[in-house]
C-alpha cells in the first residue's frame, strides 16, 4: 500500500469523493472533508472563473474551522479537478490560482500532466492521474505522478471500459505508488474489495449525487435513487469520449439511448460542452452502474457514515470466513 503522508490519519475511510461536473460545489466539497474523505470539485464548475478562488478559500475555511472545533474528527484535505486538454482555455489561469492557494491535491483527466505536476510539486502538493489503460497508465508514472485513478468499466461519466480486476492487476505489475480505484464504488462493502484488489483508495462520485448538498436538479437526484444498473448506456455521442450516463435523461432529451450516434475525439471542447441540443452534464445526466445500491437522497457526512459502517460490516464477515 501507498497511501500518501498528507493522508495518513486524516481519512475516515479509504475514500475520495469524485469531482462531478456541475454537481460538485464548495458546499458538498467540504461537507465531504468534514465527514473524513477527500472532497473534490472541477475547476470548470467555478463559473465566472474568477469565482475559482472564492470556492477554494470557503472550502478552506470552513473544513479549518471545522477541525478546530472537533479536534478528534478525522478532516481530510480537498482536491481539484483539472482537464489538461487544448480545449479548456482556463487551464493556465485556473492552474494559477490553484498554485497560489497551494491546493493539496490536484486531479487531472486527459492529457498526460508534466508541467502540472512540476508546479504543483514545487509546494509540496500531489497530483493524481485519471486512466483507463495500463498504456496511459504508463504515459502518466513517465510525468511523475503521485497517483494513478484507474477509472474502470461502470464508472460514472467519463469511464474506461476494463474490468477493475483486470486493470489494477496490470498497473500493479509495474506501478508501486497509491492508486485509486474508480468504477461502482456506491457502498462501503466496494471500498474494502478495492483496497483488497490492491487499491490504496476507492473512488465515489455518483453516490454523492443524491447527496442534500450536491449542486444536482431534484430530478437527476431522483432518477440516481431510482435507477438500476441496466439503465445506465455507455456513449461516445455527447463529448467524443466514451462515458455513463442515465438512459431516462437521454430519453427525456428527446434520445433514443439504444440508437445513439459515435462521438468523435475532434469534436471535443470542454469550453462549451457538446454540440448537440440536449447538453452533456445539464441536460445529459452522467452515472455509473452502481446506481441500483443507492436508495436515497442524503447529507454527505450520512453518506459517509453509512459506508464507514458498511465497510467495517464487511471487514468483520472477511475476517470470520
Known amino acids: 500500500m501507498a497511501l500518501p503522508e498528507s493522508l495518513k490519519g486524516k481519512l475516515r475511510l479509504p475514500l475520495i469523493g469524485a469531482p462531478m461536473f456541475i454537481v460538485s460545489n464548495p458546499k458538498l466539497v467540504a461537507a465531504q472533508c468534514k465527514a473524513g474523505i477527500v472532497g473534490s470539485f472541477p475547476a470548470l464548475n467555478a463559473r465566472p472563473q474568477e469565482l475559482l478562488v472564492d470556492w477554494i478559500r470557503e472550502i478552506k475555511d470552513e473544513t479549518a474551522a471545522h477541525a478546530e472545533a472537533n479536534p478528534d474528527d478525522p478532516v481530510a484535505p480537498f482536491a481539484v479537478n483539472q482537464i489538461a486538454h487544448p480545449s479548456n482555455k482556463r487551464l493556465m489561469a485556473d492552474m494559477e490560482v490553484c498554485v497560489e492557494e497551494q491546493v493539496p491535491i490536484i486531479i487531472t483527466s486527459l492529457n498526460p500532466p508534466r508541467d502540472i505536476v512540476k508546479a504543483v510539486h514545487d509546494y509540496g502538493g ?79 462520485g455518483t453516490r454523492f449525487i443524491a447527496s442534500e448538498e450536491g449542486h444536482a436538479l431534484p430530478d437527476y437526484k431522483q432518477m440516481v435513487v431510482d435507477s438500476k444498473a441496466a439503465d445506465i448506456v455507455y456513449s461516445s455521442l455527447f463529448t467524443g469520449i466514451h462515458g455513463n450516463y442515465l438512459g431516462g435523461s437521454i430519453r427525456q432529451s428527446g434520445l433514443d439511448p439504444e440508437n445513439l450516434a459515435e462521438g468523435s475525439k475532434e469534436d471535443m471542447d470542454f469550453s462549451k460542452g457538446s454540440e448537440i441540443e440536449a447538453k452533456v452534464w445539464k441536460d445529459i445526466w452522467g452515472a455509473g452502474q452502481g446506481v441500483g445500491n443507492i436508495d436515497a437522497v442524503l447529507p454527505a457526512r450520512e453518506i459517509v457514515l453509512n459506508m464507514e459502517r458498511e465497510y467495517r460490516d464487511a471487514l468483520e464477515r472477511v475476517n470470520a470466513a
Open 126 to 204: 500531489l497530483v493524481f492521474h485519471d486512466i483507463i489503460s495500463i498504456r496511459h497508465a504508463r504515459k502518466a508514472v513517465e510525468q511523475g505522478v503521485d497517483g494513478l485513478i484507474a477509472v474502470c468499466a461502470g464508472a460514472g461519466g467519463h469511464a474506461g471500459p476494463l474490468s477493475p480486476f483486470a486493470l489494477i492487476g496490470e498497473i500493479r505489475k509495474e506501478f508501486d505508488g497509491c492508486l485509486i480505484l474508480s468504477g461502482c464504488i456506491s457502498r462501503g462493502d466496494d471500498v474494502l474489495a478495492a483496497t483488497a484488489m490492491g487499491a490504496d483508495l476507492a473512488y465515489s
